[in-house]
């Protein structure tokens, strides 16, 4: 073999094995993002594939990281990142340096909403701009001022109105968040009926707001189940994901954050061979993702009367709103499916009491059921 032919093997070899390490190292990389973002709870049986949204972010991420390396974006010559995540059209990132630790005085279309703690590096949120205008954002520091010009006359808002009149209208700086179940998503007004945030992707049902300013919403996945979402994502106003939560039972309708941290969620199950069985509620933490408390809504009226029971087992029962008291430990249930509402400790699982048609239930059910005056009206189908 001559002294080219040598070369040329060895030099096929490096590449060979320099493609094979590439492969590797990219799917290491791949399989870290996925233990980054998705926090599985026990016993979930298929690990859904993220969305490409989450991968997309962490791209959008690092461009940002490299705004706000660059030195040259200062006060004077203001970096401005538009919808910096892409699924939150009505917000900014406004990013500079200075010399010195400053703090940045913040007011949008003449209203003062915060003042940002002192820095050399100011990366700075922009959110609670008006669809269908011109947004005028002003920067203070030390006396200085500096204005933005953000232009959201034509973001699109697909399925919802930029101005909802209210005629009790006053000054205040009140927000008012509205979701749907459906594919309309999350969205917030002012009190003048503003439309100011909303997201472009339909990632809905319930908001609840964690400890860090952070928001839970269910993360638009189909968990195979009609009405039914693989879970929820943990995201900020910017539109950025922080984590996603894809959980056995899915979730539906409502999810609520307690004071530890810790989460209730409603959830479905499809195991009794009906095609969406509400009918599930557990308690979780979310860092970890054990199940620290759960039952069953059949289970519940088994411990009253086994056979109506194992009759009812499979009905759609629609667990579509809960309540949970901390201290007393008591949880009320809206079961639109079979139009009732029904009180129970959460850690005993006992009944407290039934507000539904006794008409339905079995006569072991009397002593829980409430009696109602004459006139009163008993839920139907209640949402």
């Given at each position: 073999?001559?002294?080219?032919?040598?070369?040329?093997?060895?030099?096929?070899?490096?590449?060979?094995?320099?493609?094979?390490?590439?492969?590797?190292?990219?799917?290491?990389?791949?399989?870290?993002?996925?233990?980054?973002?998705?926090?599985?709870?026990?016993?979930?049986?298929?690990?859904?594939?993220?969305?490409?949204?989450?991968?997309?972010?962490?791209?959008?991420?690092?461009?940002?990281?490299?705004?706000?390396?660059?030195?040259?974006?200062?006060?004077?010559?203001?970096?401005?990142?538009?919808?910096?995540?892409?699924?939150?059209?009505?917000?900014?990132?406004?990013?500079?340096?200075?010399?010195?630790?400053?703090?940045?005085?913040?007011?949008?279309?003449?209203?003062?909403?915060?003042?940002?703690?002192?820095?050399?590096?100011?990366?700075?949120?922009?959110?609670?701009?008006?669809a269908g205008i011109e947004n005028k954002v002003l920067l203070e520091i030390n006396g200085q001022k500096k204005e933005v010009l953000i232009d959201c006359k034509d973001v699109s808002v697909?399925?919802?109105?930029?101005?909802?009149?209210?005629?009790?209208?006053?000054?205040?700086?009140?927000?008012?968040?509205?979701?749907?179940?459906?594919?309309?998503?999350?969205?917030?007004?002012?009190?003048?009926?503003?439309?100011?945030?909303?997201?472009?992707?339909?990632?809905?049902?319930?908001?609840?707001?964690?400890?860090?300013?952070?928001?839970?919403?269910?993360?638009?996945?189909?968990?195979?189940?009609?009405?039914?979402?693989?879970?929820?994502?943990?995201?900020?106003?910017?539109?950025?994901?922080?984590?996603?939560?894809?959980?056995?039972?899915?979730?539906?309708?409502?999810?609520?954050?307690?004071?530890?941290?810790?989460?209730?969620?409603?959830?479905?199950?499809?195991?009794?061979?009906?095609?969406?069985?509400?009918?599930?509620?557990?308690?979780?933490?979310?860092?970890?993702?054990?199940?620290?408390?759960?039952?069953?809504?059949?289970?519940?009226?088994?411990?009253?009367?086994?056979?109506?029971?194992?009759?009812?087992?499979?009905?759609?029962?629609?667990?579509?709103?809960?309540?949970?008291?901390?201290?007393?430990?008591?949880?009320?249930?809206?079961?639109?499916?079979?139009?009732?509402?029904?009180?129970?400790?959460?850690?005993?699982?006992?009944?407290?009491?039934?507000?539904?048609?006794?008409?339905?239930?079995?006569?072991?059910?009397?002593?829980?059921?409430?009696?109602?005056?004459?006139?009163?009206?008993?839920?139907?189908?209640?949402?």
């Amino acid at each position: 073999m001559n002294r080219t032919k040598k070369i040329g093997l060895i030099c096929g070899v490096i590449v060979f094995v320099g493609i094979i390490l590439f492969l590797i190292i990219n799917q290491v990389s791949s399989n870290q993002e996925l233990q980054k973002y998705q926090n599985l709870f026990e016993e979930k049986e298929v690990v859904a594939a993220l969305p490409d949204i989450i991968f997309q972010q962490e791209k959008l991420s690092l461009k940002i990281q490299e705004v706000l390396n660059n030195q040259s974006c200062s006060f004077d010559d203001l970096c401005v990142i538009e919808n910096p995540f892409e699924i939150s059209p009505l917000t900014a990132l406004i990013i500079f340096q200075t010399s010195d630790e400053v703090e940045v005085s913040v007011s949008i279309n003449d209203v003062r909403v915060t003042t940002m703690e002192s820095s050399k590096v100011h990366s700075i949120p922009i959110y609670g701009l008006r669809a269908g205008i011109e947004n005028k954002v002003l920067l203070e520091i030390n006396g200085q001022k500096k204005e933005v010009l953000i232009d959201c006359k034509d973001v699109s808002v697909s399925g919802l109105q930029t101005i909802v009149s209210n005629e009790n209208a006053t000054l205040d700086q009140d927000v008012y968040f509205v979701s749907s179940p459906t594919s309309i998503g999350a969205s917030a007004y002012d009190g003048f009926g503003n439309l100011i945030w909303y997201l472009n992707e339909n990632y809905s049902q319930d908001i609840e707001w964690t400890k860090n300013g952070h928001m839970y919403l269910g993360n638009g996945v189909s968990s195979g189940i009609a009405e039914n979402y693989d879970g929820f994502y943990e995201i900020d106003y910017l539109g950025k994901i922080y984590k996603n939560y894809s959980l056995k039972n899915g979730y539906h309708h409502e999810l609520i954050s307690l004071s530890d941290g810790t989460i209730i969620v409603a959830g479905g199950n499809d195991t009794f061979g009906s095609s969406y069985i509400a009918s599930f509620v557990y308690h979780v933490n979310p860092e970890t993702g054990e199940i620290l408390n759960s039952f069953d809504v059949f289970d519940l009226f088994s411990k009253i009367d086994e056979s109506f029971a194992k009759l009812i087992r499979g009905t759609n029962v629609l667990i579509n709103s809960i309540y949970y008291e901390e201290d007393t430990k008591e949880m009320i249930l809206s079961l639109r499916g079979i139009s009732s509402v029904l009180s129970l400790n959460f850690e005993t699982k006992e009944i407290h009491w039934i507000l539904g048609d006794p008409t339905f239930y079995s006569s072991a059910f009397a002593p829980y059921l409430l009696q109602m005056s004459d006139g009163s009206r008993l839920p139907k189908g209640q949402h």
